[in-house]
């Protein structure tokens, strides 16, 4: 039977398999899709002992994005600018095509949720400096945004965003989470906010000084518990939310036409995907 993987480390909270699998019956394909664990640094050796005809492609979560790039043979270019693969599909002789489709995710959720005509050259800000930082630099780039802020743990600039900034030509402005006031600036002028931190890590931060435009639209890529700290605070001030599970479900719909080379429509996979979200209301 062919089948598919999501990979990483923890991956037994993973709800990619409701996704793919919901889409494999819509789509009347006998297919199957499983979790399985891959500690970092082993990813390599995981895929040479994986090799199987069956074996039609790998979700890739955290920590395995940045070494799912370094894994496969080859890329395309969104994978190389954002230096991260959440998507492995096997080609010939052995070898791995990286994509990413995490950027889909994050363009699709804010455009469902309202964001289709921002002002041009718009603002938006970033919560966190990793991986999903950077696609969420490129998703806002295809949005039509020019007024880019990260803000980090500290403007030193050594996170992964920063990296795919300067592969992508932007021009982005750090402000380190204790610059309260720099902070509550780049909000109040943002269209559009992205929540990368996750939700364990957020309590950590001072949420209950932020104020974020209630014109904004914020989407938080963490999702459980949910609502996350930082989604609490942003609904206090009156501000949009798009829930993390919508980037989930579009970059899956982009997993599901790599792997398979057929197209199924996110709104009809959304409800087996509700079903099983845990603590969704």
């Known amino acids: ?3 598919c993987l999501v990979v990483g480390d923890p991956i037994a909270h993973s709800l990619s398999p409701v996704i793919h699998l919901a889409a494999y019956r819509e789509l009347g ?3 199957d899709f499983r979790c399985q664990r891959v500690r970092s640094g082993t990813l390599k050796a995981f895929l040479l002992a ?9 979700a890739v979560t955290m920590p395995l994005k940045p070494e799912a790039l370094q894994t496969a043979t080859f890329a395309d270019g969104l994978a190389k600018v954002t230096g991260a693969v959440n998507t492995l599909v096997p080609a010939a002789g052995g070898d791995w095509t990286g ?5 889909r995710g994050i363009v699709e959720a804010f455009r469902q949720g309202g964001a289709t005509n921002l002002p041009s050259g718009g603002s938006g800000v970033i919560f966190g400096s990793g991986s999903t930082a950077a696609s969420a630099l490129a998703a806002f780039t295809e949005l039509g945004l020019t007024e880019l802020t990260v803000i980090s743990r500290t403007t030193a600039q050594t996170g992964a965003a920063f990296q795919a900034a300067q592969r992508m030509g932007l021009s982005v402005r750090v402000v380190a989470w204790h610059q309260v006031e720099a902070v509550n600036r780049a909000l109040r002028a943002a269209q559009l906010v992205m929540g990368t931190v996750p939700a364990p890590t957020q309590d950590a931060l001072p949420l209950l000084q932020l104020q974020i435009s209630s ?3 914020f989407l938080d890529a963490a999702y459980a518990p949910w609502p996350t700290p930082i989604v609490s605070c942003v609904q206090g001030c009156g501000a949009q939310v798009i829930p993390g599970w919508e980037m989930l479900l579009h970059q899956g719909v982009a997993q599901v036409k790599l792997f398979t080379g057929q197209e199924v429509s996110a709104e009809i996979l959304r409800p087996a995907l509700l079903r099983n979200l845990p603590n969704r209301h």
Do not use: K
């Open 29 to 31: 394909l006998n297919w």
């Open 99 to 103: 994509f990413n489709t995490d950027v």
């Open 1 to 3: 039977m062919p089948y």
């Open 215 to 217: 014109h904004a639209i």
């Open 50 to 58: 994986a090799a199987d005809s069956q074996l039609r492609g790998l």
